[in-house]
């Protein structure tokens, strides 16, 4: 059974760089055809997509974080990361990782997809 | 981006009985690219049906989707107690992927 688990810090100050790792486990990250992703929840927002990675190294993320995600894969670990750089309160929420399998496809770049196997989830605050 | 407006925003109903679920989108959603989510509290949302009618593995068959364009339903035959939970819609026909804001079934 695939497994995910969220870790890293839960507290940043204002204007630093959140940095999330996601260990895969009851399978390979370099699975041929799934992506692999972030997600984060707040109250105020709902559920918002941030961005995946191919173990190939390819990714694509929300236009609306602008250019502040970094997403990176270290396939000899079995992990993905996040960075979210320049944070602000409105960056608190409960991020997921999660296998992604892209559906909707621009040529060779990917679209969009669903979400087929979730970690469970851990809480960031932004606050000083 | 594509807008998702999921309708009612609690729905009240007791074991046994039958809910409907809706998932509306400010524009049509591509190829049936929809899928729908179970989040219990205190944990990660579950992927329940994909591209508007699929099942995902280990989804009960009271589970069934359907839709196309921009209406969308989520249909539990018959609620189970571990159905009381609330459900999301998401989009994945433009980019970028949007989430609906959530229907909450609650017990009667």
């Known amino acids: 059974q695939l497994q995910l688990q969220e870790s890293g810090p839960g507290l940043v100050k204002p204007l630093e760089t959140l940095s999330l790792t996601c260990s895969v486990s009851g399978g390979s990250i370099s699975s041929t055809g799934y992506y692999w992703g972030w997600i984060r929840q707040s109250p105020g927002k709902g559920l918002e997509w941030i961005g995946n990675?191919?173990?190939?190294?390819?990714?694509y993320h929300n236009p609306s974080l602008k250019s502040r995600v970094t997403v990176s894969v270290d396939t000899s670990k079995n992990q993905f990361s996040l960075k979210l750089s320049a944070v602000t309160a409105a960056d608190t929420a409960v991020y997921y990782c999660?296998?992604?399998?892209?559906?909707?496809?621009?040529?060779?770049?990917?679209?969009?997809?669903?979400?087929?196997?979730w970690g469970q989830g851990t809480l960031f605050t932004v606050s000083s | 981006e594509i807008v998702l407006t999921q309708s009612p925003g609690t729905l009240f109903l007791s074991p046994g009985e039958r809910a409907t679920l809706s998932c509306r989108a400010s524009q049509s959603v591509s190829n049936g690219y929809l899928a729908w989510y179970q989040q219990k509290p205190g944990q990660a949302p579950r992927l329940l049906i994909y591209?508007?009618?699929f099942r995902a593995t280990g989804i009960p068959d009271r589970f069934s989707g359907s839709g196309s364009g921009t209406d969308f339903t989520l249909t539990i035959s018959r609620l189970e107690p571990e159905d009381f939970a609330v459900y999301y819609c998401?989009?994945?026909?433009?980019?970028?992927?949007?989430f609906g804001q959530g229907t909450k079934v609650g017990i009667k």
């Open positions: 999660a296998r992604h399998e892209v559906s909707l496809w621009f040529g060779n770049s990917p679209g969009a997809g669903y979400f087929d196997y």
């Open positions: 990675i191919h173990y190939s190294g390819s990714s």
């Open positions: 998401q989009q994945y026909g433009s980019s970028p992927g949007t």
């Open positions: 591209n508007a009618s």
